[in-house]
């Protein structure tokens, strides 16, 4: 397949409607994409509910023995669409020099660039693949793992992987992450004994020790940031009492707080240090660890992605650890990782665009990339 319009592709996948967590006919359109260019594709779902199935799409271009293997990765849900776009989200329409439709900078319009990318890629250049999921944008739990799972099985780890989120800011090609913070949820439960507010002395008011309990962890100051990597934060995203009398002491009183991380704690860790805080107001901590942080170290990897961006875009890109978590967190696991996409100024907004130049851009930079990871230059 040859002269592939990076928009048309992308106008195919945001025409398949795919909120998380996505299935069918996305993944029948990519297939449909990459066969044709010499992938042999393999799909599979993974997981049980609530959470699964999810399914999940690793194509493989076999390169010559001993050679190099690079990874595309990315995904194909999107978040809800909601109300008031001027457009129909799942209806790609062109108007001016934008592509709008859901998934059009996050990520189905990236994802169409490493399509057309791999068609300028010679096939003896190396082992070329696409690390697909339709479970980002959700739980992700048995998306990317269960591909890392797969690949691991197989034998096709790769050495070099991209992931296409959108990292750009202000232009295409301004910004390339690097690493990623973690990030870790929790939720605090405080015990008390109901009774009547004219009779505290019969009661023990957990509110009480629930607003001492956010007031010691608001006063944490976990780091001071570290050379690639903003300081750690701590922050309440809930607070909950559930108690419908007003001459009543409640019983219990809840609170959830977030905490994104970087390389100088761990997950577990913080749980640890928020737990030992909790006990001393009567108080338990359950939590979810969604991921650890990570960082690519700049050197060769990130200098030949900023070689490929500054020929194609003109731009010396800044290298960053800022934003929220991806599917890096956990593709970090099998090589060193880099993200790089388009510009994520209308990311999960309405009427979400693309510049449709910027596709094209993005293609020539990743046939770059690709080529440079596979032959070692």
């Known amino acids: 397949m040859t002269g592939l319009d990076t928009a048309t592709l992308a106008e195919r996948l945001i025409a398949c409607p795919s909120v998380t967590p996505a299935a069918g006919l996305v993944f029948d359109c990519l297939e449909a994409m990459l066969e044709p260019l010499g992938f042999v594709v393999h799909r599979f779902s993974a997981g049980d509910a609530p959470d699964g199935p999810v399914e999940n799409l690793f194509a493989l271009r076999q390169g010559p023995s001993g050679s190099r293997h690079f990874a595309f990765a990315g995904h194909l849900d999107v978040v809800p669409p909601g109300e008031g776009w001027v457009s129909a989200p799942f209806a790609p329409e062109r108007r001016g020099d934008l592509l709008y439709g859901r998934g059009a900078v996050d990520m189905k319009g990236a994802i169409a660039a490493m399509v057309t990318a791999a068609a300028q890629v010679p096939a003896d250049a190396g082992t070329l693949s696409f690390v697909i999921t339709g479970d980002e944008e959700g739980p992700a739990r048995f998306g990317t793992v269960s591909l890392i799972e797969h690949m691991r099985a197989s034998g096709q780890v790769p050495d070099l992987c991209l992931v296409g989120e959108p990292t750009s800011v202000h232009r295409l090609g301004d910004m390339v992450k690097i690493g990623r913070r973690g990030s870790v949820n929790m939720w605090l ?135 929220g978590t991806s599917d890096a967190r956990f593709l970090k696991a099998l090589c060193p990782v880099i993200e790089f996409g388009l510009c994520n100024a209308t990311m999960h907004k309405t009427d979400e665009a693309v510049a449709l130049a910027d596709l094209d851009v993005l293609a020539r930079i990743y046939a770059r990339i690709a080529r440079a990871a596979l032959l070692g230059g």
């Not at 405080?190 to 010691?216: F, M, T, W």
């Not at 607070?239 to 009398?245: D, F, H, K, R």
């Open 189 to 323: 439960t405080v015990k008390g004994s109901q009774g009547h507010v004219a009779y505290p002395h019969l009661a023990d008011n957990p509110c009480r020790k629930l607003v001492a309990l956010l007031a010691e962890l608001n006063a944490l100051r976990l780091d001071e940031g570290t050379d690639w990597f903003q300081a750690s934060n701590l922050e309440v995203t809930d607070i909950e009492v559930g108690n419908p009398a007003h001459n009543v002491i409640p019983g219990e009183a809840r609170a959830r707080i977030s905490i994104r991380f970087n390389d100088l704690h761990s997950g577990q860790g913080l749980v640890d240090r928020v737990s030992a805080i909790a006990a001393r107001h009567d108080g338990t901590v359950r939590a979810a660890i969604s991921g650890e942080s990570f960082l690519t170290a700049p050197g060769a990897f990130s200098d030949l992605v900023a070689v490929a961006i500054a020929a194609e875009a003109g731009v010396v890109p800044d290298l960053s650890t800022t934003g």
